[in-house]
């Protein structure tokens, strides 16, 4: 879907042999060297916080309509996790 809007696409990925590299105008590696049994996520986390605050910062007007486009994409294709509502068993707590 981002290549049908013209997007260049920033890959995040822990090997740059990844299939999804392929796609990528630019593939930042973030691997993390760790004997943990489950992946983390702080490397990559990370990367994103700070390419998001450099780019709000630059061009913050351009930015949030990026941001804007990004959420209409997401609704579309419907990949966002969607909070259940609270039951009435949860307000009390």
Do not use: W
Not at 16 to 33: E, G, N, Q, W
Not at 37 to 65: H, P, R, W
């Amino acid at each position: 879907m981002a290549k049908n809007y013209g997007t260049r696409i920033v890959v995040l990925s822990n090997t740059p042999v990844s299939d999804v590299c392929a796609l990528a105008y630019v593939a930042i590696p973030c691997a993390a060297k760790h004997s943990d049994i489950f992946d983390s996520y702080t490397a990559a986390i990370s990367m994103v916080n700070f390419i998001g605050n450099e780019l709000a910062t630059c061009c913050s007007e351009k930015a949030s309509q990026r941001m804007q486009r990004m959420e209409d994409i997401h609704q579309q294709i419907g990949d966002l996790y969607q909070r259940a509502p609270l039951s009435s068993a949860d307000d009390k707590n």
